[in-house]
């Protein structure tokens, strides 16, 4: 499989950074708007060995990502229609980085009531994980290009938006649309089932499926897998963050107020 191409067939759209009012605790983060100004000027989530993650909250930012995803659609010779993409205000992109290079892109959409990208395809599948009364999540704009680490790296990504969709977000279930070619892979290395058949996305004019994992079921892997490092052949989790880094982890989130736009929006 190689890495470097994969894409998630959802159009890159950026929220847009403001102010914000106090720092919240991690309760109050689902009812309130921040206030505090970033901590750090970088804003780095996680330092790794030969990467850095951090989230796209500038123009520079947004620029470089989007231009990552650009190049690997165009890659593949898929349309990428930028007057189509919609605004998502629930939208938290990351950034994984080594220098001035972008080596790869993740986001994460909260569902609203503006509804997910995978709605226009894939609604009647969706509305059924919303009747459960959960919470339903998205991932999307998934670029990697990079063979080095490449594993570290989409776990790295994974489990940064896994904490802040479960613990800031509370989800209960996330949502990719996803080409066909790489679907067993994601099966098979982070436990997520097809729930939708095969479609050509017409915003890219590519095939999709849709694949959904549950947020109970990544922590179970989680508790099982994380730090053990020789499983990379069976399962991604291996390199997921232990339960005191995702604390950490959390509450950075939290002192962010740019991670946190998301959770003002869906939660006032």
Request: charged fraction near 25%; hydrophobic fraction near 35%.
């Amino acid at each position: 499989m190689q890495l470097q191409s994969q894409i998630i067939h959802t159009p890159i759209h950026f929220f847009n950074d403001r102010d914000g009012g106090r720092p919240l605790n991690r309760h109050e983060a689902h009812r309130h708007p921040i206030e505090n100004q970033l901590s750090a000027p970088d804003n780095i989530l996680v330092k790794r060995e030969r990467f850095d993650v951090r989230v796209a909250n500038t123009q520079g930012r947004k620029n470089q990502v989007g231009a990552l995803i650009n190049r690997m659609y165009s890659w593949r010779g898929y349309r990428l229609e930028a007057a189509e993409a919609r605004h998502c205000p629930t939208q938290t992109t990351l950034q994984a980085f080594r220098g001035k290079d972008t080596l790869g892109t993740l986001s994460l959409n909260i569902d609203s009531a503006d509804g997910l990208l995978a709605d226009d395809l894939y609604r009647k599948e969706i509305d059924i994980l919303r009747k459960r009364g959960g919470t339903v999540c998205e991932l999307t704009g998934l670029a990697v290009n990079t063979r080095d680490d490449s594993n570290e790296l989409l776990a790295t990504l994974f489990h940064l938006l896994h904490i802040l969709g479960r613990r800031l977000h509370r989800a209960t279930d996330a949502v990719i649309e996803i080409n066909p070619r790489h679907a067993l892979y994601y099966q098979r290395l982070l436990g997520f089932r097809q729930i939708g058949e095969g479609k050509i996305c017409g915003r890219v004019n590519a095939p999709a499926v849709l694949l959904h994992i549950e947020a109970d079921f990544v922590e179970e892997q989680i508790a099982h897998h994380a730090g053990y490092r020789k499983q990379t052949g069976r399962s991604l989790y291996s390199y997921f963050f232990s339960d005191r880094e995702s604390e950490r982890l959390c509450q950075r989130m939290l002192e962010m107020n740019h991670v946190l736009l998301a959770a003002q929006r869906t939660h006032s």
